[in-house]
């Protein structure tokens, strides 16, 4: 079993910076995928950034270029550092992640942390 803790979320004013956090415990060395999802009200939740076991990243449109996705293996734990932050990046971010073993993959959702961002 994964227990992921999420950490930096909260109000800012547009154009500021925010970092999340997100370790995950449990896990030992098959974690898969570590991501951010978001959550705005009255939409779907999307994948905002991922980045994989061996580093590679992706992003949702939206956030190229203003978030950055990184991952400290040692620690089990993804950060999300959000610059330039916009009014509509206002959402609930949950951190994912996807520990395989074997031939199954499982996926863990963190509790949530809000970041509203003000205009």
């Known amino acids: 079993q994964v227990q992921l803790v999420e950490s930096g979320g909260g109000l800012v004013q547009a154009g500021g910076s925010l970092r999340l956090s997100c370790a995950a415990s449990?896990?030992?060395?098959?974690?898969?995928?570590m991501g951010w999802y978001r959550q705005a009200p009255g939409k779907q939740r999307e994948l905002a950034a991922i980045i994989t076991s061996g580093g590679s990243t992706n992003y949702v449109d939206s956030v190229k270029g203003r978030f950055t996705i990184s991952r400290d293996y040692a620690k089990n734990t993804v950060y999300l550092q959000m610059n330039s932050l916009k009014p509509e990046d206002t959402a609930l971010y949950y951190c994912?992640?996807?520990?395989?073993?074997?031939?199954?993959?499982?996926?863990?959702w963190g509790q949530g942390t809000q970041v509203t961002v003000s205009s």
């Open positions: 994912n992640v996807v520990v395989q073993v074997g031939a199954l993959k499982y996926s863990y």
């Open positions: 449990g896990s030992g060395s098959s974690i898969a995928t």
